[in-house]
């Protein structure tokens, strides 16, 4: 005879705050049967300290010993340390930055390097290399007469360069840390020293710029010169073919050099692994900005975080991009397999742009235009073949399967005063349209087994976001946290239930999986009383085996295994 699985789930009673708000912040869905579990950073912007959370928005680590905000990155490296960028100045608007720190686990400052004068400053993005150094954006200072030597054309500039009378290309410096204050520059790239023009003939940088993509036009891609002329807000180093993809913004591109010049070299174009100096090796996204196409031809609108995938990770070998997508009007997280070769050559055929033509892979919303995110913003390919997303203006992470479907999303409950309570309106951010004041970067997943991890105490503490006086809690957190359900016994069998609270008190939505993901059922409320329901699933004809059940309202959605006997 076949035995009945009678699954309970008890509403238990809360007070009314909780039941006449919805929740903005925190953990708004997290499907444990298929996300990649691990433990996320999240440095918010507007606040100083730094955070570790596991896939049920707790605390695992916090650091808040720096007195600055990010400025814009923060990574957890091999070792445990943290490394931070920080925002201590601000002329250049959209980028602020001018210092880099290390942090210990325990939180004790290690190391500090301030690269901050009205001449240049770091901004954006930093990254440890294997070496122990450290790559760095910075910016610099050129004058408009120096401009106009190189051949720029000054109705191309925007009012702010002229009534500042500079603007401020890119450059990348490699830092050799002195431990604990302080580095000396072992390493240079600039911008400046790889232009091209074809609007003035006696002026220095002129050629055929459709001749020479390898080269930077001054004319950029067409449009007037921003204050920060490339707008480079990401780096990322591949130690297989030691090059660096930097995302330039301004461009709408992503650019390749070689690092294994020397400083000398790297102002030329010869010498290094690859023979060109510092000319660029590849480009991708807008090839309006060498010439070789027109506006059909672009891929990339203005994106952020250019990276490289991982090793041991799905897509290993190509590039992942937010594509913020300004001037469509939708943003993508975006993957690309560039024509390079295992010796890393980057093909292109004579007179035509860099390849490939299209992405390999693409997240978008549906609707397209219901995810847009014109400033900041990441994305991050997991081991499991998962893609974890920034979406930066409103501190919303997510994390979407190769199908695109959504199975984790986090909202950063903290803003420039600290956390929010968890049904606070966000605020917005009075100094960019369509930002809040709990916007991110970017975050990072980092496995269990990383090695940061090894000997630390991960234990997960409270949620980040705040409660109101008298919402019932189970242990330190709210009762609306699905990863709190408590069943009893284990296998189920016909006396086990379920109990869990939510901050709703309408329509709760049940179905059961089989182990191949297949809806095998769908379950009815049973109201027995204020608060307290009743669902059965009616179980002959279901073998024995692993299901998994699926939670979902107002918002919310969780998913857990569960074990059948009879």
Known sequence: MFKRVIIIIAILSVTSVITAQTRTVGLFSNDTSQTYKGYTLMAPNKYTSTYLINNEGRLCHKWSNSQYS?????????????????????????????????????????????????NYITHHDVRYLPNGNMLMIA?????????????????????????????????????????????????????????????????????????HPELIDCDGNGQKAKLLWNHMNSINYNARFDQIILSCRSNSELWVIDHSTTTIQAAGHTGGRYGHGGDLLYRWGNPMCYKLGTSANQRLFMQHDAEWIDTLTPGYGSMTIFNNGVGRNYSSADQILPPVDSLGFYYRAAGTAFGPSSVSWTYTATPASSFYCANISGVQRLPNGNTLITGGPTGTLFEVTSGGQVIWKYINPVINTGPLYYDDSIPSDPNNVGTYQNYVFKVHRYAPTYTAFTGKDLTPGSLIELYHTGVEREGTSILNTFELFQNYPNPFNPSTSIRYNLPVSGFVNIKIFNSLGKEVATLVNEKQSPGLYRVNWQTSGYSSGVYFYRIETDGFMQTKKMLLIK
């Open 70 to 118: 990010p400025g814009n990155s923060v990574y957890l490296l091999p070792n445990g340390n943290l490394l931070r960028t920080c925002k201590i100045s601000g002329y250049i608007v959209g980028g602020e930055g001018g210092r880099v720190e290390m942090y210990s686990w325990g939180d004790t400052l290690l190391w500090q390097f301030t690269y901050n004068t009205q």
């Open 139 to 211: 910016c610099e200072k050129k004058t408009l007469a120096q401009c106009l030597a190189a051949g720029f054309d000054s109705s191309m500039f925007q009012p702010e360069i002229i009534s500042n009378g500079y603007f401020l290309p890119d450059y990348v410096i490699e830092v050799q840390p002195t431990y604990p204050t302080g580095g000396n520059i072992v390493w240079e790239w600039h911008v400046w020293d790889h232009l091209i023009q074809d609007f003035d003939s006696t002026k220095q940088n002129y050629g055929i710029v459709a001749n």
